[in-house]
């Protein structure tokens, strides 16, 4: 117990001892208040001590290097030795393609394997970070795109080498009532710089296929954009400091549709610019609030995480998705699809649809994951490697070995066939003559 917060206490009695043992206070109604005073005083006492041990009790203490290193030995034997292993070895670009039409191969028409919390092993509880082991399981899986929760904590017992700086955007792993339960944490600089490594070396068969990132914003655990916004700025600012190490892949460019970035061209990226053209290409989805980082007060901070952005997916039910014209990318609950009187087919035919669940860390049934596909959804996050291989195989079987699906064809973009000028008919020719232009005549 706090030493400065029992002081006053012990300060108190001792003043009050002497005063009860003076000679002078013989009156018994001043010595019944002074009993009166130390009993109040002793019951304040005896409270501060049983809110101490309870909170000790309640409130585990962060774990230490030496228990996370423990614990981080378990998961990475556990994900060598589990079964089954998921392996996946067929290709994008030799296979699943071949039997998709030419006017069909565009990123609006595929559905990647996508995975929620990357880098994380183990259960929800006490698991732990490991990105080395995670992302040669992950791209060995077929894993290709990947949610990556965003937030900051301020908690200055979380500190290095367990956690990134309190106050630094960073992934945790957190229950529905937002309490961290890993052992550590994982800055975005880590997974950018493990992606990098080990996406050119595992999986030969994958090796030129796209990436897609999800950097979400966790909202609940973010200075408020509008309250707070130049700390939200910052915080953009951070997220885009760590991005540049991806620079040489990213998608930035459109040729004649201009700029790629700062979700200006999304429906051209989804069905203008080929799979082909996306070879190798790492793209990246935010909901942050990208523009307001733009504004002249915060010119100042660079860089600018619009500049680094494809797509800005916004929030979309189906109780209004009806009633608008939906254009760019969106995110829905995976819940409200199945059931629902909406043609998600026709609104996720030039739209990317991202489905998440309240509870993210628990995996949806297979069938309603198949019926989402079916439905034309594109991405739905799946906690892969916090949950045991044999429970996530039946619903990484629906992908058959490859990092994506085709669209059902009822649900697919195609693109029309391109405007070719008639030939003119000979009824239409004005010449008056074949060795005269049309509309000239001879004068004699």
């Given at each position: 117990?706090?030493?400065?917060?029992?002081?006053?206490?012990?300060?108190?009695?001792?003043?009050?001892?002497?005063?009860?043992?003076?000679?002078?206070?013989?009156?018994?109604?001043?010595?019944?208040?002074?009993?009166?005073?130390?009993?109040?005083?002793?019951?304040?006492?005896?409270?501060?001590?049983?809110?101490?041990?309870?909170?000790k009790?309640?409130?585990?203490?962060?774990?230490?290097?030496?228990?996370?290193?423990?614990?981080?030995?378990?998961q990475?034997?556990?994900?060598?030795?589990?079964?089954?292993?998921?392996?996946?070895?067929?290709?994008?670009?030799?296979?699943?393609?071949?039997?998709?039409?030419?006017?069909?191969?565009?990123?609006?028409?595929?559905?990647?394997?996508?995975?929620?919390?990357?880098?994380?092993?183990?259960?929800l509880?006490?698991?732990?970070?490991?990105?080395?082991?995670?992302?040669?399981?992950?791209?060995?899986?077929g894993?290709?795109a990947?949610?990556?929760?965003?937030?900051?904590?301020?908690?200055?017992?979380?500190?290095?080498?367990?956690?990134?700086?309190?106050?630094t955007?960073?992934?945790?792993?957190?229950?529905?009532?937002?309490?961290?339960?890993?052992?550590?944490?994982?800055s975005?600089?880590?997974?950018?710089?493990?992606?990098?490594?080990?996406?050119?070396?595992?999986?030969?068969?994958?090796?030129?296929?796209?990436?897609?990132?999800?950097?979400?914003?966790?909202?609940?655990?973010?200075?408020?954009?509008v309250?707070?916004?130049?700390?939200?700025?910052?915080?953009?600012?951070?997220?885009?400091?760590?991005?540049?190490?991806?620079h040489?892949?990213?998608?930035?460019?459109?040729?004649?549709?201009?700029?790629a970035?700062?979700?200006?061209?999304?429906?051209?990226?989804?069905?203008?610019?080929?799979?082909?053209?996306?070879?190798?290409?790492?793209?990246?989805?935010?909901?942050?609030?990208?523009?307001?980082?733009?504004?002249d007060?915060?010119?100042?901070?660079?860089?600018?995480?619009?500049?680094y952005?494809?797509?800005?997916?916004?929030?979309?039910?189906?109780?209004?998705?009806?009633?608008?014209?939906?254009?760019?990318?969106?995110?829905?609950?995976?819940?409200?699809?199945?059931?629902s009187?909406?043609?998600?087919?026709?609104?996720?035919?030039?739209?990317?649809?991202?489905?998440?669940?309240?509870?993210?860390?628990?995996?949806?049934s297979?069938?309603?994951?198949?019926?989402?596909?079916?439905?034309?959804?594109?991405?739905?996050?799946?906690?892969?490697?916090?949950?045991?291989?044999?429970?996530?195989?039946?619903?990484?079987?629906i992908?058959?070995?490859?990092?994506?699906?085709i669209?059902?064809?009822?649900?697919?973009?195609?693109?029309?066939?391109?405007?070719?000028?008639?030939?003119?008919s000979?009824?239409?020719?004005?010449?008056?003559s074949?060795?005269?232009?049309?509309?000239?005549?001879?004068?004699?």
């Open positions: 117990m706090s030493s400065t917060f029992t002081e006053p206490f012990t300060r108190t009695a001792n003043s009050i001892g002497k005063t009860l043992s003076s000679p002078h206070v013989d009156n018994k109604i001043t010595k019944t208040i002074v009993l009166g005073v130390i009993g109040v005083l002793f019951i304040i006492l005896l409270a501060y001590l049983i809110y101490s041990v309870t909170q009790a309640v409130t585990p203490p962060d774990a230490s290097p030496a228990t996370v290193a423990m614990v981080v030995a378990t990475v034997s556990s994900q060598q030795t589990q079964t089954p292993q998921l392996v996946a070895a067929n290709s994008l670009y030799n296979s699943l393609l071949s039997s998709v039409p030419a006017n069909q191969q565009y990123l609006a028409n595929i559905q990647p394997l996508t995975a929620y919390l990357p880098g994380y092993l183990g259960p509880q006490s698991g732990v970070f490991v990105p080395e082991t995670y992302f040669l399981k992950a791209l060995q899986a894993i290709r990947f949610f990556i929760p965003i937030g900051l904590y301020t908690d200055d017992n979380k500190q290095p080498p367990n956690f990134p700086l309190s106050g955007p960073a992934m945790v792993a957190r229950d529905n009532n937002g309490t961290i339960q890993s052992l550590n944490g994982m975005l600089d880590t997974i950018l710089g493990n992606i990098v490594t080990y996406r050119s070396s595992e999986n030969s068969s994958q090796l030129q296929e796209p990436i897609i990132l999800y950097i979400h914003a966790d909202s609940a655990h973010l200075p408020d954009p309250k707070q916004e130049a700390a939200y700025v910052m915080c953009m600012q951070k997220i885009a400091t760590s991005l540049k190490a991806i040489m892949y990213r998608l930035t460019n459109l040729g004649p549709y201009g700029s970035v700062g979700g200006h061209n999304e429906a051209a990226i989804l069905t203008q610019t080929t799979l082909q053209d996306l070879q190798s290409k790492i793209l990246i989805f935010t909901n942050f609030n990208t523009k307001v980082q733009l504004k007060a915060y010119q100042h901070m660079e860089p600018v995480l619009d500049e952005v494809n797509f800005i997916y916004k929030p979309l039910s189906s109780s209004n998705s009806g009633s608008i014209a939906a254009t760019g990318s969106r995110i829905v609950n995976l819940a409200d699809i199945s059931g009187q909406v043609n998600w087919a026709d609104q996720a035919r030039s739209v990317w649809y991202l489905a998440t669940q309240s509870d993210m860390s628990s995996p949806p297979p069938s309603l994951v198949s019926a989402a596909l079916t439905s034309g959804i594109h991405s739905i996050p799946l906690p892969f490697f916090m949950t045991p291989n044999a429970t996530m195989k039946p619903i990484w079987d992908w058959q070995g490859y990092a994506w699906k669209k059902p064809e009822s649900a697919r973009y195609t693109k029309p066939d391109p405007v070719v000028p008639a030939t003119p000979a009824a239409m020719n004005a010449r008056v074949s060795d005269l232009q049309p509309g000239q005549t001879s004068v004699l």
